[in-house]
């Protein structure tokens, strides 16, 4: 490549990538999930379109492996372990038992009513029962469910990932099929070795993290994404899950209170926006619509079967013994959203050159488009519907903590959301302990230095200064007095933890 071959493809990178951020603006206003917007930029950008020639599936299986592990990254680190945790073992068991039994209902579907062979029929079913993550954490942050439902389906499409991909690359294989315990026995290994690499990288990376201050506020969002990639590829050379180790470290790291958490959360998001909108016009520069008549009638009838059976019945299964009520259960349904996870899976067939594998390809192309336009924007209609689209809504409060590495100190940046009960409580009342202050109040445009006697309202921001020593005493006495208001701790009314040191008034 020339410098004058790089200079057009940054140009038209460029325009793409502008047409792209312009499309987010269409999506966000109809409800429609980005991805189809995208995946539409690449079909138009194909064959049948301006006319650029891009069949290179392998290069497109690599860059999606890329790219889901970059976005996983962004929801891991995005995910509240609070919501999620009472939730973790109903999510283990939607992505596993849930996974067999729609893999296995969806395939008798493609078997019986489109007449596919067998193994092409599982194959299809492995690929199109994972959830996606990139699909649901863009539909379920502008729909108001309850934070259990929010955590449930987050953590279900980040652990999900793993088992289907392993399934995938067993079904599309040339040779024979080993035996059904062969290979429980190998997703269960690939799974506990994903699951400790995750758990071991993220829990040293934010002790390391917590206590090596680096030079620029830059480097804090590298060596976290850094962490995330060396946990997923670790996994990866084990030949276990990638995927788990990458979202487990992730969630980790990103509810480890790690110095500048906002500007990491910032960066990760702004590498998912690019690994998303690259990954979706390269599947879609991969289609050839005028080939993809044949393939329409079997990918509405597998797409039927998945959405209103398959669906439906693993969550049943799965989630009856949980005690989830069935109104819950239906939103959970109707939530599982499918995206480009299944279409970068319906590359490793093309790759493996399994048989059918361009028509498999097809099917699970129609399949995603037309039932993410379904899913999508009806989610706030069936949560409305259900009676379920109001949840607890109230955020979590806002701290960003900066080491001053020099000063032996921190400075911790508070934000107080709309109904936290932090609201009213002066600043003496906070009962932080001896070493933390509130040196600056910024309200409505405005800074000022606080009193004791300053009373605090929903929006402010604080500037909390604290020595090293109770900078997290501090922290959890804040997040505390957040979620009781003043008496969090005396009257053991809030998730105050039993370390902060406690004063006596005034």
């Known amino acids: 490549m020339t410098v004058d071959h790089l200079n057009e493809l940054l140009l038209e990178s460029a325009v793409i990538l502008l047409v792209a951020v312009g499309a987010v603006r269409l999506s966000t206003r109809t409800g429609l999930p980005s991805l189809l917007l995208y995946l539409g930029i690449g079909v138009l950008l194909g064959q049948n379109g301006i006319g650029i020639s891009f069949n290179n599936a392998e290069l497109t299986q690599v860059l999606g492996y890329a790219a889901l592990v970059v976005i996983l990254a962004e929801g891991g680190l995005k995910t509240s372990w609070k919501a999620i945790k009472p939730v973790v073992p109903a999510a283990a068991v939607l992505a596993t038992v849930g996974v067999a039994v729609s893999v296995f209902v969806t395939a008798a579907g493609a078997h019986w009513l489109v007449g596919l062979e067998w193994r092409t029929a599982l194959l299809l079913g492995a690929i199109v029962s994972s959830t996606d993550a990139a699909a649901v954490f863009s539909v379920l942050r502008t729909v108001p469910l309850p934070k259990r439902l929010t955590g449930l389906l987050e953590a279900e499409s980040g652990f999900n990932d793993a088992p289907v991909v392993i399934l995938v690359v067993a079904f599309a294989t040339t040779g024979e099929l080993d035996s059904w315990y062969v ?18 990288v993220g829990k040293l990376g934010a002790y390391a993290m917590r206590r090596i201050a680096l030079p620029s506020s830059g480097l804090y969002p590298i060596s976290v994404l850094g962490l995330i990639v060396l946990a997923y590829a670790g996994g990866a050379l084990l030949h276990a899950s990638g995927f788990l180790a990458a979202y487990l ?13 906002p500007a990491v959360r910032g960066f990760a998001d702004g590498l998912a926006w690019i690994g998303q909108i690259g990954m979706f016009v390269l599947l879609g520069l991969l289609v050839t619509p005028a080939t993809m008549g044949s393939a329409i009638i079997p990918g509405l009838v597998a797409g039927t079967v998945l959405v209103f059976v398959a669906r439906p019945l693993s969550v049943m299964v799965s989630m009856t013994p949980f005690r989830i009520p069935w109104q819950e259960q239906a939103l959970l349904s109707w939530a599982g959203l499918r995206g480009a996870v299944p279409i970068v899976l319906a590359t490793i067939p093309l790759v493996s050159g399994a048989a059918d594998a361009q028509q498999l390809f097809n099917v699970v192309f129609i399949l995603v488009v037309v039932f993410t336009l379904l899913q999508g924007p009806t989610l706030p209609m069936v949560a409305r519907w259900l009676k379920i689209g109001e949840g607890d809504l109230g955020q979590d409060l806002g701290i960003e903590a900066a080491p001053l590495e020099k000063l032996h100190g921190h400075l911790l940046s508070v934000q107080l959301a709309a109904g936290s009960r932090m609201s009213g409580v002066e600043v003496s009342e906070l009962r932080l302990p001896k070493g933390a202050a509130v040196t600056l109040v910024v309200r409505e445009g405005s800074s000022f230095v606080p009193d004791r006697m300053t009373v605090l309202r929903e929006g402010d921001e604080l500037l909390v200064v604290t020595t090293d020593e109770v900078s997290e005493a501090a922290e959890r006495r804040l997040r505390a007095v957040d979620q009781g208001g003043k008496l969090a701790g005396w009257l053991h009314n809030a998730e105050a933890s039993p370390s902060v040191p406690r004063r006596k008034a005034g």
């Open 183 to 200: 290979l429980l026995g190998t997703i269960a290994l690939e799974l506990v070795i994903g699951a400790a690499v995750g758990l071991a």
């Open 249 to 261: 470290a992730s969630v980790i790291l990103g509810n480890s209170k790690l110095p500048h958490g």
